[in-house]
């Protein structure tokens, strides 16, 4: 972890940047903001003072009390505030007003209830606004008038609304009575396509007012014209919905690119597309060949969301950075990069064009984890080289191991770190009782595992290790004991099902895994697998492949998969344009990741354990557990488990199967 960042000695928040090294330890920028001004009386000395110290009970210290090498004493007034260019923030707010109120208009009384706040610092922010400053300076000097008419006049209504409060209590203004609701501006209009009321206007067409949502969408619609029937951007509608080119809509507009001739929504008279190329270009102007990664983004169906993309400055620095040799083309270097959301995603699409070699990137983020938070975690420097031997030689060597035979789940993934979080609370468990691993008795270990919470249990890998490499005495694990899972009732499991049928329950996605999960068991990590081949539709019929055999969806929940078939997401961006999978990732050619679907489910307020083993027993009593297995993908044992809990008369089908 960089020395600049570090757990909060206040707050305790991990990774957090350093603003201030105090002697209780390194501080965030919140708590250091706090930390110098709060006034009061010394837990010490017990004088009135500025108080940036603790003590070990939590009290509040002054600078002298708690050994802090600071100087906060303002060099106008005295006071012992935080300081900015050596003056207290009452002072240089005092500055700031007058460099504003420099005119012939009197603010005096409005200058003096600005400085009387117990917290000049949201003043200072306020006051560093553009808005703010244009509009005191202008009442200063007379060139906005000092009335409610002037204010309302003024462009920006939040700034002048918030000042116009500030006037009438310090008697510049009086209060104004309540004014009658106003006409809406010709600028807001209800929007003639999503029938939206009072949405500002972004264009005006002959079936009436747009709203930025569906202009967009509406200069970013190409195909075959209701009228004409040719290829065309199609911007307009006729009167039974069917789209319409410019021509046959009555359009006065052009929309054909000045460069390549495209019909597409323009940028400075150009297509996206060109616009996209331009912007590529400029970023990758240095020796390193990103040429395939060029061609990958601008073969995205709607270049505009790459557009935004680039302009973030994290994605501009890095794509520049990449460019120019500055920051190297590996895993290495875009994993050390300071922002890891646009690294990742540039990392997807440097893998699709095969710019990069292919990792897991599941083991990646647990060596990630380790080396960033282990330190953190670890009581005592004896126990980090413990727990690094722990996750060096047992959870990374099994993680390996595993990722041999299959990619690595993000589930066991979270177990290994789990494993190693435990493993530390463990280890302080013992540091606090006067002990440590090499003398744990079978006594602590048994009293450790008796106490909640549940997620003790979670340390039994950690000391089966300590054992078996001779860090701790023999001790015996108890038998872990295994709840009973959860299972709704079949009718609460058909509410579900029917919530599902609702679009109002969540995003389509969501819903359609949701089903897959209530209605067939499956579980999230092999419904994030399904592919757009894996789904039959056959007229009327529609069926997805599981196991063996076609299994059939119910006509409700059959059109929900229809709709997720035509409407898939993320295939417009550069990432997935040709995607096969149902449900498409936004990781360039990976599908999404199962926990986005579970906290999915989770949100719309499934259960998802209970709902999943009532759905395993209603299909046991309603078919051969053999069957089920066969159809579902499940192995016999798990089914006739199922089915033998659930009472089915056909408990004792699968086991007579296997044989």
């Known amino acids: 972890m960089s020395p600049r960042y570090a757990t909060c000695a206040r707050c305790r928040r991990p990774e957090r940047q350093v603003a201030k090294i105090f002697p209780d330890g390194p501080l965030c920028a919140a708590c250091h903001s706090e930390a110098v001004r709060h006034h009061g009386p010394c837990a010490g000395c017990k004088r009135e003072r500025l108080l940036p110290g603790i003590d070990g009970a939590g009290g509040r210290l002054c600078c002298s009390c708690a050994g802090i090498d600071e100087n906060y004493t303002c060099s106008r007034c005295g006071t012992e505030w935080a300081l900015r260019r050596g003056i207290c923030e009452w002072c240089h707010l005092a500055d700031v007003l007058d460099t504003l109120m420099d005119g012939e208009v009197d603010l005096t009384a409005l200058r003096q209830r600005l400085l009387d706040t117990a917290r000049p610092e949201?003043?200072?922010?306020?006051?560093?606004?553009?808005?703010?400053?244009?509009?005191?300076?202008?009442?200063?000097?007379?060139?906005?008038?000092?009335?409610?008419?002037?204010?309302?006049?003024?462009?920006?209504?939040?700034?002048?609304?918030?000042?116009?409060?500030?006037?009438?209590?310090?008697?510049?203004?009086?209060?104004?009575?309540?004014?009658?609701?106003?006409?809406?501006?010709?600028?807001?209009?209800?929007?003639?396509?999503?029938?939206?009321?009072?949405?500002?206007?972004?264009?005006?067409?002959?079936?009436?007012?747009?709203?930025?949502?569906?202009?967009?969408?509406?200069?970013?619609?190409?195909?075959?014209?209701?009228?004409?029937?040719?290829?065309?951007?199609?911007?307009?509608?006729?009167?039974?919905?069917?789209?319409?080119?410019?021509?046959?809509?009555g359009i006065d507009e052009n929309y054909t690119c000045s460069r390549c001739g495209t019909e597409w929504a323009l940028r400075r008279g150009i297509c996206e597309w060109c616009h996209l190329a331009d912007m590529l270009d400029t970023l990758m102007d240095g020796e390193v060949d990103l040429s395939a990664l060029r061609e990958r983004l601008l073969r995205a169906a709607r270049p505009d969301s790459l557009i935004i993309w680039l302009m973030g400055t994290h994605v501009k620095v890095l794509l520049h950075g990449l460019s120019v040799g500055e920051i190297p083309l590996s895993h290495e270097g875009l994993?050390?990069?300071?922002?890891?959301?646009?690294?990742?995603?540039?990392?997807?699409?440097?893998?699709?064009?095969?710019?990069?070699?292919?990792?897991?990137?599941?083991?990646?983020?647990?060596?990630?984890?380790?080396?960033?938070?282990?330190?953190?975690?670890?009581?005592?420097?004896?126990?980090?080289?413990?727990?690094?031997?722990?996750?060096?030689?047992?959870?990374?060597?099994?993680?390996?191991?595993?990722?041999?035979?299959?990619?690595?789940?993000?589930?066991?993934?979270?177990?290994?770190?789990?494993?190693?979080?435990?493993?530390?609370?463990?280890?302080?468990?013992?540091?606090?009782?006067?002990?440590?691993?090499?003398?744990?008795?079978?006594?602590?270990?048994?009293?450790?595992?008796?106490?909640?919470?549940?997620?003790?249990?979670?340390?039994?890998?950690?000391?089966?290790?300590?054992?078996?490499?001779?860090?701790?005495?023999?001790?015996?694990?108890?038998?872990?004991?295994?709840?009973?899972?959860?299972?709704?009732?079949?009718?609460?499991?058909?509410?579900?099902?029917?919530?599902?049928?609702?679009?109002s329950t969540g995003r389509l996605v969501h819903r359609v895994a949701a089903m897959l999960l209530v209605l067939l068991a499956q579980p999230f990590n092999r419904i994030a697998a399904l592919k757009v081949d894996d789904v039959i539709v056959d007229g009327a019929e529609v069926g997805i492949s599981l196991g063996q055999g076609v299994t059939p969806i119910p006509v409700p929940f059959a059109a929900m998969v229809c709709q997720l078939l035509a409407q898939r997401p993320n295939l417009n961006t550069a990432a997935n344009p040709t995607s096969p999978w149902l449900f498409p990732g936004r990781v360039a050619d990976n599908h999404v990741r199962p926990s986005t679907l579970r906290s999915g489910a989770m949100a719309m307020g499934i259960n998802l354990m209970a709902a999943r083993s009532a759905a395993l027993r209603q299909l046991v009593l309603d078919c051969p557990p053999a069957v089920v297995a066969d159809m579902l993908g499940y192995s016999y044992q798990a089914i006739d488990r199922h089915a033998v809990r659930a009472g089915s008369r056909w408990s004792s089908y699968a086991a007579l199967r296997a044989q």
């Open 122 to 249: 949201s003043r200072i922010i306020w006051l560093y606004q553009s808005h703010v400053r244009e509009l005191l300076h202008g009442l200063s000097v007379g060139v906005i008038p000092l009335s409610h008419a002037g204010l309302d006049d003024y462009a920006h209504r939040q700034a002048a609304d918030h000042l116009r409060v500030l006037l009438v209590h310090s008697q510049h203004l009086e209060v104004r009575p309540p004014q009658p609701r106003k006409v809406l501006s010709p600028r807001r209009a209800t929007c003639t396509r999503c029938m939206r009321p009072d949405l500002l206007v972004a264009k005006n067409f002959p079936d009436g007012s747009l709203c930025k949502k569906c202009h967009s969408e509406a200069v970013r619609h190409r195909g075959h014209c209701g009228g004409c029937e040719r290829e065309h951007l199609l911007p307009g509608v006729d009167g039974a919905g069917g789209r319409l080119c410019c021509s046959c809509a």
């Open 335 to 503: 994993d050390d990069y300071a922002h890891r959301t646009a690294a990742d995603h540039l990392r997807g699409l440097l893998l699709a064009v095969g710019l990069l070699p292919g990792r897991d990137e599941c083991l990646a983020h647990f060596d990630r984890w380790v080396s960033e938070h282990l330190a953190d975690i670890a009581p005592t420097l004896e126990d980090l080289g413990l727990l690094t031997l722990f996750a060096t030689w047992e959870l990374r060597r099994r993680l390996v191991s595993r990722s041999d035979c299959a990619p690595l789940r993000d589930e066991q993934v979270n177990a290994a770190t789990q494993n190693l979080r435990v493993a530390a609370e463990l280890l302080a468990w013992l540091r606090q009782r006067g002990s440590d691993l090499s003398y744990c008795a079978q006594s602590d270990l048994d009293e450790w595992f008796a106490t909640p919470p549940s997620t003790h249990a979670h340390a039994r890998a950690f000391v089966r290790w300590a054992t078996s490499t001779h860090r701790c005495p023999k001790l015996v694990l108890a038998p872990r004991r295994h709840r009973s899972a959860p299972v709704l009732d079949q009718a609460a499991r058909l509410d579900v099902l029917a919530r599902l049928l609702d679009p």
